[in-house]
């Protein structure tokens, strides 16, 4: 016997139910709740982030954007690509009260600060 939806067009054009919107992305540091709507952060860095015990963003804003990548590349057992630093210092600048910057903005500053990254 077949299930009997009660309202079918809450199914997509494949018989599944419709994926979650993603959080619309924060403007500014004040109106940022969850790491997903930081600008430039998705679900997998955001998961980097909670590995690291970061849970809520403001905790960005007093975060060391180095140690954050350093941690990250201890607790992973592998070296992280270095455009996580950048996404973690434009993270971290955007808490502090920065506009929203792309993350490779940051990549000329992080190979001048961090040239060893």
Known sequence: MAAVLSNPSSLSSRGRPPKAL?????????ECEQLEQLPNIGPSIAGDLRL?????????????????YQRLCAATGKRQDPCVLDTFLAATDFMRGAEPRPWWAYTAQRKLSFPAV
């Open 22 to 30: 993603a959080p619309r992305k924060a403007r500014s540091a004040a």
């Open 52 to 68: 690291l015990g970061i849970q809520h963003p403001r905790e960005l804003a007093t975060a060391d954007a180095l140690q954050l």
